[in-house]
């Protein structure tokens, strides 16, 4: 599993759209009467410190930090989808469970190259605009967290977790023309020149005429004290073969299924989708 660039992705208003609209809220929030300011600060803090002025040269780096997400959606078997991410309905999808996801995501947290594991996660995007109750929701569920809070220590933990669900803001709103890829995505923070010893977890390469920057994430079957074929087979739920698929493609993914002992998950698709190439 690869995550990428958010920056090198094909919505060309990547982030920039997330960081008008976060700003945009904030500028709204802080005329509210009553509104606690030292909440709105943490939250511009922060919101600062992630977007730093590189973000607008299509920089790959951030405070010295990578932005990367791994893209899913809630869409199967959808003629648009193959056309688009699947080589024109050539190639293959996988069906996660997310349960299982959301496990493989927390644990991976404490093998990547990150010292805050707070800064990584999984979200579903949101496409909302004019109707979206993101920051508000944040704000307010800060703001009842803070009033309750008795000891400065618990008031440094909400503002490290507003940290964190600042950089999910980010990561998680995209332009509402690309609502129909119901997408969910996995997210991190990691820094982009090596600070570690041992195994490189981020390489960087040539993508078209852009470098993209990727990250890898491994699946962590012994951390949850499974083996392999197990941890695979809780995983994945069905991999299915897109309807445009080769006969030799069709082969060679049966047989990398069939080594991880899930060859019997491979499906064929329904979906009518033509190509002409």
């Not at 940290?163 to 996995?186: D, G, P, Q």
């Not at 991999?239 to 082969?251: D, M, N």
Request: include cysteine; proline fraction near 2%.
């Amino acid at each position: 599993m690869w995550l990428n660039d958010v920056r090198k992705m094909n919505d060309g208003s990547e982030m920039l759209f997330a960081v008008d609209y976060i700003q945009s809220e904030l500028s709204r929030i802080k005329e509210i009467e009553g509104i606690q300011s030292g909440l709105v600060e943490v939250i511009e803090k922060s919101y600062s410190n992630l977007t730093d002025s590189a973000i607008w040269k299509d920089s790959i780096t951030y405070n010295d930090k990578l932005i990367l997400a791994m893209c899913f959606s809630v869409s199967k078997d959808d003629a648009a989808m193959w056309d688009m991410y699947a080589d024109k309905g050539k190639g293959a999808y996988i069906s996660f469970n997310l349960r299982k996801l959301f496990t493989v995501v927390k644990t991976a947290g404490h093998f990547f190259p990150n010292s805050n594991t707070f800064e990584h996660g999984i979200t579903p995007i949101c496409y909302g605009e004019e109707d979206c109750s993101c920051v508000d929701d944040a704000y307010a569920h800060s703001l009842e967290a803070y009033s309750l809070a008795e000891t400065n220590d618990e008031r440094d933990l909400i503002r490290t977790m507003l940290h964190a669900n600042v950089l999910e803001l980010l990561v998680s709103h995209k332009h509402n023309t690309f609502a129909s890829e119901k997408e969910y995505r996995i997210y991190s923070r990691a820094p982009s020149v090596k600070t570690w010893s041992g195994t490189d977890h981020i390489i960087e390469h040539e993508k078209g005429n852009t470098k993209s920057v990727h990250a890898e994430i491994f699946l962590p079957h012994q951390a949850l004290n499974q083996s392999e074929e197990e941890f695979w087979d809780e995983l994945i739920e069905s991999v299915t073969l897109g309807p445009c698929a080769t006969e030799e493609t069709k082969v060679e993914l049966q047989s990398a299924l069939d080594k991880r002992g899930i060859g019997s998950k491979l499906m064929e698709s329904k979906c009518p989708l033509v190509n002409y190439d």
